[in-house]
């Protein structure tokens, strides 16, 4: 069975730092890895998709990297905001788009 | 872009009552939807794999009797709590895989079920 943790549960930062959120998994046979953004009472969000063959995707502000083979992916946010603030979840997807979230990282961003 | 609507949003129930929550893939056909549940300051937790026109696959652990699943068509998938309890308080959501399959798996927005 698939087992996803995130490493720190809580961050909180002043604005204009950088985020590096962690997370890691047991089973490499993965078919992809996705980075969401989930707001207090509303749904995902889904931020960066790395397809299992993929080293790194990057959109905006947001880089994630993957490391199939030691099970770990890593999120940078660059020059976080307030905005930034909300609890980010990791997911593995296995062959049959079933999903194996990690328990997710809080982030504020102080102003 | 798809979009999966989920509703009702928030419900709030008396112990002992039944709660449906659906799920309808708006502009395309899910074969496929999947329900998953998330306990507060824990992960989501897959519950079920809801498939149209035969039986849901339930999770280890998961009360197929309890939590009734119905995929009746192309684009719609009902998920029952049945006879509430304060302990099936939680966070429902479903998703449904578009046509790029795990590539694009679109969620509804969820359903806060407080059982009181």
């Known amino acids: 069975k698939q087992e996803v943790t995130q490493i720190p549960a809580a961050l909180s930062v002043p604005e204009g730092e950088n985020l590096v959120l962690n997370c890691s998994f047991t089973?490499?046979?993965?078919?992809?890895l996705q980075w969401f953004r989930q707001d207090p009472g509303k749904g995902l969000t889904s931020l960066l998709l790395i397809q299992s063959s993929q080293r790194e995707q990057t959109s905006g502000r947001l880089n994630a990297s993957l490391d199939k083979s030691s099970g770990r992916s890593t999120l940078y946010i660059a020059a976080s905001q307030p905005g930034d603030s909300a609890t980010y979840l990791c997911?593995?997807?296995?062959?049959?788009?079933?999903?194996?979230f990690g328990a997710g990282t809080t982030v504020t961003v102080r102003a | 872009g798809a979009v999966v609507s989920q509703h009702p949003s928030r419900v709030i129930c008396k112990s002992g009552t039944s709660v449906k929550i659906e799920c309808r893939s708006l502009d395309f056909q899910a074969t496929t939807m999947f329900w998953y549940r998330q306990f507060p300051k824990q992960s989501l937790m897959l519950m079920a794999t809801s498939n149209e026109g035969s039986k849901a696959t339930y999770e280890q652990g998961v009360e197929k009797d309890k939590f009734l699943i119905n995929h009746a068509s192309l684009t719609l998938s009902t998920l029952t709590v049945t006879s509430a309890h304060p302990e099936d308080s939680s966070f429902y959501i479903c998703s449904a895989p578009g046509r790029g399959g795990a590539e694009k798996l679109f969620f509804g927005s969820g359903t806060q079920l407080s059982v009181l």
């Open positions: 089973d490499s046979a993965i078919y992809n």
């Open positions: 997911a593995v997807a296995s062959n049959d788009y079933k999903l194996s």
